[in-house]
């Protein structure tokens, strides 16, 4: 299990079944009609977590997890539609994408040199799940740069990271958090870092640090983009209070798809935001 930069970390494209390893061929050939676009991510461990040599499979309105080392061979197929969010993220060069799956969370790490060839998983899922663009989200470049414009003068840190993942997408509602302090623990003074969260198109974005709480002194170079789509069966709901700040649970089912702090004073324009994007409240 290897880390960081080496070569032997980087990801590769498989181009044919010929290039896949004997005992994985029979399940792709099973799996999918043609070959399908397919990326052999080597044993990797980062900060945020590692996971074995996996081939990641996308065709046929599906993705596919095969862990190359495990005996028997662990597979995942998940179709687009049944994935409940996902996930990805960057430390430098570390990296990971996630898949939301039926209470399950599906990871690959791997080296951040390769990020490109896993944006073919995330074009393919947010081209399933986001609804058509309505003619009240019809944007131009003003309305994208009057947005940014704004965020830039609260978190410079939120202007070209979700400019870039948005693309022409004009977001309908928003909700920026700004960094906060909170009450120290036993190391030291702890803050909840700035996030931001945008709906449009019916897909809700979160783009934060991995570490959301974390101590004041403590640097941080993450960054968590999260994809989730919106409808009747995401829900929200709080899962513990402190003086300072809720702990707020996104969920699907019985499924947290993720937990981000909330801010007393940042309280009421959460709700309103949740509220705006069809995210209803839970009990």
């Known amino acids: 299990m290897q880390r960081d930069g080496a070569i032997a970390t980087w990801s590769e494209v498989i ?3 010929a290039d896949v390893r004997e005992p994985v061929r029979p399940l792709i050939s099973k799996t999918f009609t043609s070959f399908p676009f397919c990326i052999l991510s080597p044993a990797f461990a980062g900060n945020f977590g590692k996971s074995r040599s996996t081939y990641l499979c996308l065709g046929d309105g599906k993705i596919a997890a095969v862990r190359a080392d495990s005996k028997p061979l662990q597979t995942v197929i998940m179709p687009i539609s ?8 960057t430390e430098l060069l570390s990296s990971w994408i996630t ?8 990871s690959v790490f791997f080296n951040s040199v390769n990020k490109p060839l896993y944006t073919h998983f995330i074009d393919a899922y947010r081209t399933a799940r986001e609804a058509e663009d309505s003619a009240g989200l019809k944007s131009t470049p003003e309305d994208i740069e009057a947005y940014f414009a704004a965020l830039r003068k609260e978190d410079f840190k939120y202007d070209t990271y979700p400019r ?7 977001p309908a509602f928003s909700f920026y958090h ?3 302090g909170i009450a120290r623990a036993l190391f030291g003074a702890r803050v909840i870092s700035s996030y931001l969260l945008i709906a449009t198109r019916g897909l809700l974005y979160s783009f934060s640090e991995a570490r959301i709480i974390r101590y004041a002194r403590s640097a941080d170079y993450s960054m968590v983009v999260r994809y989730i789509p919106i409808d009747t069966t995401l ?3 709080q899962v513990s209070i402190r003086d300072e700040y809720s702990l707020q649970s996104i969920r699907r089912s019985n ?13 009421e324009k959460f709700s309103a935001f949740c509220q705006n994007s069809g995210i209803a409240w839970k009990n």
């Open 99 to 106: 898949f939301h799956f039926h209470g399950q969370q599906v």
């Open 15 to 17: 181009s044919s079944l």
């Open 82 to 89: 049944e994935i409940d969010a996902l996930e990805a993220g």
């Open 178 to 180: 700004p960094a906060t």
């Open 164 to 170: 870039i993942v948005l693309g022409n997408r004009r």
């Open 235 to 237: 829900l929200r709901n």
């Open 255 to 267: 499924s947290s798809l993720f937990e981000i702090p909330v801010g007393i004073t940042n309280s």
